[in-house]
Nanobody, 127 residues
Framework: QVQFVESGGGLVQPGGSLRLSCAVPGFSLDYYAIGWFRQAPGKTREGVSCIGYSDGSTYYEDSVKGRFTISRDNAKNTVYLQMNNLIPEDTAVYYC????????????????????WGQGTQVTVSS
């Protein structure tokens, strides 16, 4: 069972920044688009951002647009999510996964199109 591994979460004050990383050592990302999702307590998992394999395509959910930046380094089998100007509403467990159907970023981000879910990394934005 292939699983991505998320890291970089933590506790940060409003207005602060975090950089999340998603990687699976030894796993080639090949042609998969990669997505970041988040799930807050009592809420369903929702898409945050996704990035295409190599075409530069990206998608951001409206609430994070202009604050978050997704990027990937295929040579390192790693996808990043730079999170700036964090707000309490960003508090959630963040997951990454591969889109098994697409190689380009697409909207909407549908959970059932993704697989290889990681264990998640907790992001808490609080003073």
């Amino acid at each position: 069972q292939v699983q991505f591994v998320e890291s970089g979460g933590g506790l940060v004050q409003p207005g602060g920044s975090l950089r999340l990383s998603c990687a699976v050592p030894g796993f080639s990302l090949d042609y998969y688009a990669i997505g970041w999702f988040r799930q807050a307590p009592g809420k369903t998992r929702e898409g945050v951002s996704c990035i295409g394999y190599s075409d530069g395509s990206t998608y951001y959910e409206d609430s994070v647009k202009g604050r978050f930046t997704i990027s990937r380094d295929n040579a390192k089998n790693t996808v990043y999510l730079q999170m700036n100007n964090l707000i309490p509403e960003d508090t959630a467990v963040y997951y990454c996964a591969a889109n098994l159907m697409r190689s380009t970023a697409s909207q909407p981000m549908v959970v059932h199109e993704y697989d290889y879910w990681g264990q998640g990394t907790q992001v808490t934005v609080s003073s």
